[in-house]
């Protein structure tokens, strides 16, 4: 295991650099999972993947070297290319979440008080809430009204728009704020978005608010009964940019775990000509549990493996079985690099991923004595030493933390329950979960390398 940096020639730097480029374009565009989704499924399709339900519509067969797609609820997606092989004899599976931890409007969010319009929001996902007040923030989402009519909503990135923000007490008057612990000194319940101030003319009551109802309807073409069907998130506003003297590092909203989805995508579009079939399931939910219908526990992607056999004219109950229990699978997430700031919380002896080694993998993550983990057959990892070798990755181990830190979970177990193997890996971070994480370029590089020598090579 070395410094991924030491051995590239000038030409792989460069192709490091430009990879990169590519990602933080994709990352500033795609910060939630409906517009990751869809600009993945422009991607795919443009690299000749089709939407599963065209083939059933059709009643179409499918054939070795075919592509598809399932799209399910515009959160999740899974992408099949078709090898050589039957595929009961199992698949290459690539995963990852395409959530991150944000703000949701409530279902009733426009508010006013002081004649300051406002949104109340829940958040979503493992926040430091005190992170989140005072920096730009975007709104993105969709607003359903009741004729089915869906009004994309984009707010806070392009170079015109306006932004918003939550404010925090002034250092002035906050001696008695800064006396309470982290968990307390913003309060999930005081995380309101200031969206207001201007008055609407002769109204009387709740005239801000009254202004911003009438600029929704103007503007966006809804009302405020409207929220209710919605789905709005407060994310950070802003690209995300190349961070450090050298330019080595990525500093942008929803690394986790857009950065092993997007790099996931890329391996699995650029395959070409495969044995084994190869899966690319970017899924929702993660940063909650994983439930719900857009989830990884949700069975959309056992029902569309049942399809593609079907549409083979192989529709056999079992065969569905045996694909999933010969399948490998690589359940990417981020990982918590070793940060010199915070060295106490590090696994010590070369147990803990580093910036610039590459690819880590995490054969359990956990925690309390490994609770709830997937924990890696050792077998299965030494298939993937085997693999990553032959393709010249960088890739490195690594546990999340020091023994009883913390811990935490990712999707692994679940498509584990199908008896397939499974390991958690993926790119290491620094301040994972706050508005702006931190990414190594080498390693996002090395990370789409690992996943195209996987496709390839995984038996
Ligand atoms: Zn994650």
């Not at 002081?114 to 969709?142: E, R, S």
């Not at 890329?266 to 993660?286: F, G, Y």
């Amino acid at each position: 295991m070395s410094l991924a940096w030491q051995d590239y020639t000038e030409a792989q730097f460069q192709e490091v650099m430009d990879f990169a480029q590519e990602y933080m374009d994709f990352l500033s565009k795609g910060k939630t999972e409906r517009r990751f989704l869809k600009l993945a499924i422009e991607k795919a399709e443009a690299a000749g993947y089709r939407n599963i339900e065209e083939i059933i519509k059709n009643k179409e067969t499918l054939h070795p070297q075919d592509k598809v797609y399932m799209n399910q609820m515009n959160k999740s997606i899974a992408l099949m290319h078709i090898g050589n092989e039957p595929l009961e004899q199992g698949m290459n599976i690539l995963g990852a979440h395409i959530d991150s931890p944000r703000l949701d409007l409530k279902q009733h969010p426009l508010y006013e008080e002081g004649d300051l319009a406002f949104f109340d929001t829940h958040y979503y996902g493992g926040v430091k809430k005190y992170q989140w007040v005072t920096i730009p923030l975007a709104i993105y989402g969709v607003v359903v009204l009741k004729s089915g009519k869906v009004i994309d909503i984009e707010i806070g990135d392009k170079e015109d728009d306006p932004v918003f923000v939550i404010s925090d007490l002034l250092i002035h008057l906050a001696s008695k704020q800064m006396e309470k612990k982290a968990t307390t000194v913003i309060t999930g319940e005081s995380l309101n978005v200031t969206v207001g101030s201007i008055p609407l003319k002769g109204e009387k009551t709740q005239a801000v608010k009254a202004n911003i109802l009438a600029l929704l309807k103007d503007k966006y073409g809804f009302e405020e009964e409207d929220f209710i069907s919605a789905e709005l998130e407060v994310v950070p506003a802003g690209k995300a940019r190349s961070c450090g003297l050298d330019s080595s590092l990525i500093l942008g909203y929803g690394h986790d775990d857009k950065v092993c989805a997007y790099t996931s995508l890329q391996a699995m579009l650029e395959a070409k000509d495969l044995e084994r079939t190869a899966v690319c399931l970017l899924v929702d939910k993660e940063e909650v549990g994983s439930q719900g219908a857009t989830g990884m526990q949700s069975k959309f992607f056992e029902n569309f493996v049942a399809e593609v056999l079907y549409a083979m004219g192989e529709g056999q109950d079992i065969q569905c079985k045996r694909a999933m229990l010969h399948s490998a699978m690589l359940s990417s997430d981020v990982c918590a690099a070793h940060d010199p700031n915070y060295a106490d919380v590090s696994s010590p002896n070369d147990n803990m991923p580093k910036f610039g080694y590459g690819l880590a993998f995490n054969k359990y993550t956990g925690a309390r004595g490994k609770s709830g983990c997937n924990d890696a057959n050792a077998e299965y990892i030494a298939q993937l030493r085997a693999v990553m070798d032959q393709e010249n990755v960088h890739w490195q181990t690594g546990e999340l933390g020091k023994v009883d830190a913390g811990g935490g979970g990712t999707i692994a177990y679940i498509l584990a329950n199908y008896g397939m193997r499974v390991i958690d890996c993926g790119v290491p971070l620094h301040n994972m979960h706050a508005p702006h994480e931190i990414a190594s370029k080498a390693d996002v590089y090395e990370a789409y390398k690992g996943y195209k020598a996987f496709i390839k090579n995984m038996k």
